[in-house]
């Protein structure tokens, strides 16, 4: 277990190093946030805190998984690939917010047209890899379900929703970071288990099974490096924040997380351990249906987070709640492992 630690470790000093640097030259560049009108008044003081942070944490993540998995990387070298992808595409979208000043960014079909094709190729990877194919695993019930060619589907909409529920979910400080912590630790946990135990098909033969271990163990090390850069970023991102992940980091962030679940052939877990993320969209499509067919609201604001926040509660609190619900969630999760 101690590489995945000093990944965690790695990640969370490189991450902690850049922010003295990068957060002065983003106030020179006069890269601030811009926050919307009609959002809590409370943020309107906000406005022009430096925001594409998620550089921060992602140089983390690619030190920290690249110096201890490159043993094994077919596992851990799309994972990365997939966070960078997804950063990629929210970097552009903070840089046009930006350069003009508003909170637009790309526009809403430019987003899906990156995020289907990120989507699809690591659709197509999963379920031609030998150490993921078409199955998913059923936990608690410690049974496997044969997906066969619906698994492509399957896997882009896990990757497509988690990516946008955990942008929705980007709206305190600390919050998408904190709770991303807390998701990643978990899954460097399953996954180094899984390394332990080796669950390949019993013909696959000894050179395949070790493979596959080190393969999980690469992916276990991934988990801590995105555990460790978020702690790393909660140094410069809890109450108050002097820099905001952006969707820079918080699309790589639903990269990370969604490329996790699928590796790791318990997908259907995604949604109990990031129940918060979940939260998020469904509240968002709840008040936009609720709205268009009653002409009523049902939240006082969406995200949850920000209902929350226009009933009184302090930003510190709501982020507490949710770090420790997630907790609890995933410490129930980690029953299905033992």
Known sequence: MQYPIYALLLAAIVTIALGPALIPLLKRLKFGQTERDDGPQSHLKKTGTPTMGGMMFIAGILVGTLAFSLNATELALPALLVT????????????????????????????????????????????????????????????????????????????IATVNSVNLTDGLDGLASGVSLIYAVTMAIIFYYMSTVMILPSDAGQAAQTQYAAELNSMSIFAAAVAGGCLGFLRFNSYPARIF???????????????????SRAALLLPIMGACFVASSVSVILQVGSYKLRKKRIFRMAPLHHHFELKGYAE???????????????????????
């Open 84 to 159: 960078v992808g997804f950063s990629l595409v929210g970097f552009l979208d903070d840089f046009l917010k930006v350069k003009y000043k508003n909170t637009v960014g790309l526009k809403a079909y430019q987003k899906i047209i990156a995020q289907f094709g990120i989507a699809l190729i690591l659709a197509l990877y999963a379920y031609n890899s030998p150490f993921v194919g078409s199955k998913i695993y059923i936990a608690f019930f410690d049974v496997e379900w044969d997906l066969g060619v619906f698994y492509i589907p399957f896997v882009m909409f896990i990757i």
């Open 245 to 263: 992940m952006g969707d820079t980091g918080s699309l790589a962030l639903g990269g990370a997380i969604s490329v996790m679940a699928i590796f």
């Open 316 to 338: 510190t609190r709501i982020v507490s709640v949710y770090m420790i619900v997630t907790t609890f969630l995933c410490l129930v999760c980690l029953l299905a492992y033992v």
